[in-house]
């Protein structure tokens, strides 16, 4: 059975490696999609409708057609259909420059019939709110209501209640790097460029679209700048890049703007819930009755968790998701959990202070109720409250004196990233002692380009930095899974580390004759290969590779469930300081304590914290979408207003891998989850006034310190 | 955006024949970190953008007998970095030093920053035709206005964006304008003008007038001065709230107040009640306190921005505090 081996045996695995790539992404040298020119390329742009609702009665395209440069316009509604939001896709031009296609897209005449819209989450539950889906009865979703326990003898039980209302708005991905393609025919073989989490989920998409066989269409997806969940398929963008390219005879680049972004490119739905709970005497959480909604725009999906992490014997929930003119929803980076988490945490240190129970102590009575879990989050609690000094939180919330208050709060969360069978992987090793390892996931900006180079350098004993990495790509014809869910390590990872194994064995059979040693006495290390029981049996990695002559040794590899794990704990804590006088909250520091199985590569686990910490930070402090109701539009579609968190935001963060397990998994998701709600409750211990509504801006501390 | 002619201005006197008479027509350009902006979200679509950047000499920061005389294309990173400006009108340099970030200011021009238009997101949406760009409605005054004016609201309720307006205005500055008629110079603070005057313009410049310079006097002895900012972030924002504060002091007491609060209304707002509060008083807390609470006694805050008015005051009390301290 295959296993990690023990810490003390690996030279690579758990260390801190470089990205293999970060060379060329400092220097400009590695091409995202964006870089991606091809000869004779024309550009694409999309007309998209200004207003939220409306039915569009006829599109005409000729004088865009007209313009000079123009090479290609196509419609993307038919007249007769309706636009449910600001945003949504009408018609598309390529034009031989950028600026061209923008022009074109003006000339475009488009006529619509404006249907009344709402954005307004509250206002479109309302009876008589006009209809947004055909397949709802209403605007709001027939609720999933789920049951535990006794629900009335709970709150029987209980001594203390806390009832109270929680809301978390609509937060969008800003990636980095937009939704965009490159789309190229060659008769009918289409090859695309794809700013893409998901290569192979791409090509399927495609393939079936333009009913294509697979094979005929190849995606590319090098570098990658950020996805976040929102990138698993080509979209109306990529397919329409692909349609103008094929009419125009000519390769398309289609990028969609930061306006776009925010518009259709996905986002995590608002939560809004109402929460009545209750705990005993002796600080058992013992009922939990919860009823919530959220908003996915058209889209449906608005789930969230609850109840969270904390064991509660008795519990009744009521979910559903209310439909708004505004774009659908998309996976979000740890999907439904952050905006339940925020909720869940508050809530319990709410339960906690009608106790006059330390917050951390009434978590650790009810805690987990999976026993793995449990077990490594009480370890996690001691970790974190020791490096942030729980002991220096305020007693009595906002006691503290002056105009800056500082407080302490903390937060958690799970994650199952355990990832699964489905991916192929070669491992090929040539005879000038080069070796690649080819596999059809994609890095994007996870790192698992150099995870890769890891496992197998440490497998065949050489450096990270002698293995030829080729992902992101379908031509090798080596499947993988899209990159989503903090599944890729655990899903790549085995396959790719038995793959290396195979291609080793292999070399042994090879190599063992020549040296006199039996194979299984042959060991790989340090450029070498060598008999363990004879260390004068030695021969360096060329030589004994050169013995192939014209053979390669090329083997693939197998998942293997052993060597990875899923369902992992993290616990956060946050101190942060806050100006009573202008309501400005800054985190000091955020200590993340985040259960990671084996760390691979500890540089770029740690990075996943950081980054994770500071989504989760804008999603508590800054980041909202903002509907207005007078024009149906999205007022703040830019990174002006829709703010994210910029140098002076960012706190100290300490990232504590708990990594005692020699199993890999992924944490690109935890960390953001527990963010939120470590920040909220530090902001109630350093005022004494709870904020129950993120993000938690100047003016709603303000407003709540009268 | 849409097609322009692009022209390099030779000289100061020949813009302002190079401009139309017609605001549509066409726009100035410096550091172009507001105009582009407007350009690409079809806000502006001028025929013609006219160069000042080649314009000579406009660069240079002057000091003689009189004062500081201040081009209108210095940049803001050259303001925030002048020792005499840090010294001598600490006020202006933090204000200056407080804009956008640093690329904007190493780019952003102080002619630019006090002939930016408003930041209101109706305003800046290409796809709103607002009471300030010809339409019929302000829809900040029904809608979402938390960044929105607390004073001299009406019939727009846009705030004026500048950072080194107030700032400038606490120190006496004066500004140059040039015209088709020759020049004007006039107290900034009157450069300023209230929606109910033109609901359309920020300030008195005709479509073809081009500020020149500001002159800022000699600090009269014993002047001490600062700027206050509030933004949610604090990389790369506009004010919630801000305040230029300039106190000429005579031993503990403040001889003259000048305090100038930005975010808050259409344009630069002088706080005369905050500075009756000040003028002849020993700064104690109590003071400070009570000319924060003069300044908002007649705010007129709108749904959405409330906050702002204990803001306003709270920070108004900091910067006095800050000057006596």
């Known amino acids: 059975m295959a296993s990690w081996g023990e810490a003390k045996d690996s030279r690579l695995i758990g260390k801190r490696v470089s990205r293999l790539s970060g060379t060329d992404k400092v220097t400009g040298k590695a091409k995202y999609t964006f870089d991606i020119n091809r000869p004779g390329m024309l550009y694409g742009y999309i007309l998209r409708s200004p207003v939220a609702h409306a039915t569009i009665t006829g599109i005409d395209l000729s004088e865009a057609e007209a313009l000079p440069g123009v090479k290609a316009a196509i419609p993307l ?73 006794d629900i009335e003898a709970g709150f029987a039980e209980a001594a203390v209640e806390v009832e109270a209302t929680y809301h978390a708005p609509v937060q969008t991905h800003v990636c980095l790097e937009t939704h965009g393609h490159v789309a190229e025919w060659d ?74 972004e925010h518009l259709v490119a996905g986002n995590r739905p608002s939560m809004t819930q109402q929460v009545r709970a209750g705990a005993t005497q002796d600080g058992r959480f013992i009922a939990y009755d919860m009823s919530g909604y959220g ?71 009810n805690s987990d109720s999976d026993a793995r879990r449990n077990r490594i989050r009480q370890a996690e609690y001691t970790l974190g409250a020791q490096e942030i000094g729980w002991h220096r939180r305020n007693r009595v919330p906002g006691s503290g004196t002056g105009v800056k208050k500082r407080g302490i709060g903390m937060g958690c969360g799970l994650w199952g990233g355990g990832g699964g069978a489905g991916t192929q992987a070669r491992v090929t090793i040539h005879a000038s002692g080069a070796v690649e ?65 195979a291609a080793k064995r292999k070399l042994f059979g090879h190599i063992a004759p020549l040296v006199e040693a039996d194979p299984g006495d042959l060991r790989a290390a340090g450029d070498k290969i060598y008999a363990q029981s004879d260390l004068r049996l030695s021969i360096p990695w060329k030589e004994a590779t050169g013995y192939l002559g014209m053979e390669t040794i090329s083997e693939g590899g197998e998942w293997d469930e052993n060597l990875r794990i899923g369902d992992v704990a993290g616990v956060q804590f946050a101190e942060v300081e806050i100006d009573t006088e ?125 | 955006m849409e097609n322009f002619a692009y022209i390099n201005a030779a000289n100061v006197e020949q813009v302002p024949s190079l401009m139309s008479d017609d605001w549509s027509e066409t726009k100035m350009i410096a550091g172009g970190t507001d105009l582009l902006g407007e350009l690409k979200e079809y806000i502006e679509t001028p025929k013609k953008v006219i160069n000042l950047k080649s314009i000579p000499g406009l660069d240079e920061i002057k000091a003689d007998a009189s004062g500081l005389t201040i081009g209108a294309l210095v940049t803001l990173a050259d303001i925030a970095a002048h020792p005499t400006i840090q010294r001598h009108y600490t006020v202006l340099a933090e204000a200056a030093a407080s804009v956008a970030s640093p690329q904007i200011r190493n780019v952003g021009t102080l002619g630019g920053n006090l002939c930016q238009r408003p930041r209101c997101w109706y305003y800046r949406h290409p796809d709103i035709i607002c009471l300030k760009k010809g339409g019929d409605t302000c829809y900040a005054v029904e809608g979402l206005n938390k960044y929105h004016a607390i004073f001299g609201g009406g019939p727009v309720y846009i705030v004026h964006p500048s950072d080194t307006a107030p700032a400038l205005i606490a120190l006496g500055a004066t500004v140059k304008i040039v015209g088709p008629n020759g020049d004007r110079t006039m107290l900034l603070e009157d450069f300023f003008i209230l929606p109910d005057v033109n609901p359309q313009r920020e300030n008195v410049l005709e479509p073809n007038e081009v500020v020149t310079e500001v002159h800022l006097p000699q600090p009269k002895a014993h002047t001490k001065s600062t700027y206050v900012k509030v933004r949610e972030r604090g990389s790369f924002d506009f004010a919630l709230v801000s ?35 000040l003028n002849g008083k020993g700064i104690t807390a109590a003071v400070a306190k009570q000319a924060g609470e003069a300044a908002v006694a007649n705010a007129e805050p709108m749904t959405d921005n409330g906050y702002k008015v204990p803001l306003t005051r709270n920070i108004i009390n900091r910067a006095a505090m800050t000057l006596v301290h």
């Open chain 1, 77 to 149: 509604i038919e007249p007769g259909k309706r636009v449910r939001f600001e945003g949504q896709e009408i018609a598309a031009v390529a034009a031989i420059t950028p600026d061209i296609a923008e022009d074109a897209v003006r000339l475009i005449q488009f006529d619509y019939d404006e249907l009344d819209y709402v954005v307004d989450v509250e206002s479109a539950k309302e009876e008589g709110a006009p209809q947004i889906r055909d397949d709802w009865k209403s605007n709001q979703s027939e609720p999933r209501v789920d049951e535990r326990g």
């Open chain 1, 187 to 260: 008769q009918d073989n289409l090859t695309v460029w794809a700013s893409t989490q998901a290569v192979f989920g791409t090509r399927q998409n495609l393939a079936r679209h333009f009913e294509l066989p697979e094979n005929q269409v190849r995606v590319i997806t090098e570098h990658m700048g950020g996805g976040f969940g929102s990138k698993f398929g080509p979209g109306v963008e990529g397919v329409t890049a692909a349609k103008l390219a094929r009419k125009a005879g000519a390769p398309v680049k289609l990028m969609l703007t930061r306006k776009d």
């Open chain 1, 295 to 365: 908003t996915g725009g058209i889209g449906s999906g608005a789930g969230f968790t609850g109840p969270y992490v904390y064991h509660v014997p008795n519990h009744r929930t009521k979910k559903s998701a209310v439909a708004i003119n505004a774009g659908s929803a998309r996976a979000m980076r740890a999907p439904g959990h952050p905006q339940g988490a925020f909720a869940m945490d508050s809530l319990m240190d709410e339960l906690a202070e009608r106790l006059n129970l330390d917050p951390l102590e009434f978590r650790r009575l």
């Open chain 1, 437 to 501: 390892a080819v596999t059809g996931t994609q890095d994007i900006g996870t790192g698992i380009r150099t995870v890769i180079a890891m496992i197998v350098a440490e497998e065949l004993g050489l450096r990270p930095q002698d293995i030829t990495v080729k992902i992101g790509d379908t031509e090798p014809g080596l499947a993988s899974r899209g990159s989503g869910g903090s599944q890729t390590i655990g899903s790549v990872a085995p396959v790719i580390k038995t793959a290396a194994m």
């Open chain 1, 582 to 706: 202008t309501g400005l909250v800054q985190v000091i520091k955020i200590v993340a304590v985040q259960d990671c199985g084996l760390v691979v590569n500890r540089l770029t686990t740690e990075s996943q914290i950081n980054g994770a910490v500071v989504m989760g930070l804008g999603y508590a402090l800054l980041e909202e979408r903002i509907m207005d109701d007078q024009t149906g539009k999205m007022i703040n579609p830019n990174l002006e207003d829709y703010k994210v968190p910029g140098t002076m935001e960012i706190p100290e963060i300490v990232s504590i891998a708990y990594d005692t397990d020699r199993k890999i998994t992924g944490i690109g998701e935890p960390p953001t989850i527990p963010t939120a709600g470590a920040i909220a409750n530090a902001v109630y211990n350093a005022i004494g006034v709870r904020i129950r509504e993120l993000p938690i801006t100047p003016d709603k501390i303000l407003n709540a310190l009268g």
């Open chain 2, 243 to 277: 305040v230029a504060a300039a106190f000429e002091m005579n031993g503990g007491t403040c001889h003259k107040a000048n305090v100038v609060l930005g975010g808050v209304a259409p344009i630069p707002w002088r706080s005369k009640e905050a500075e009756a509060a």
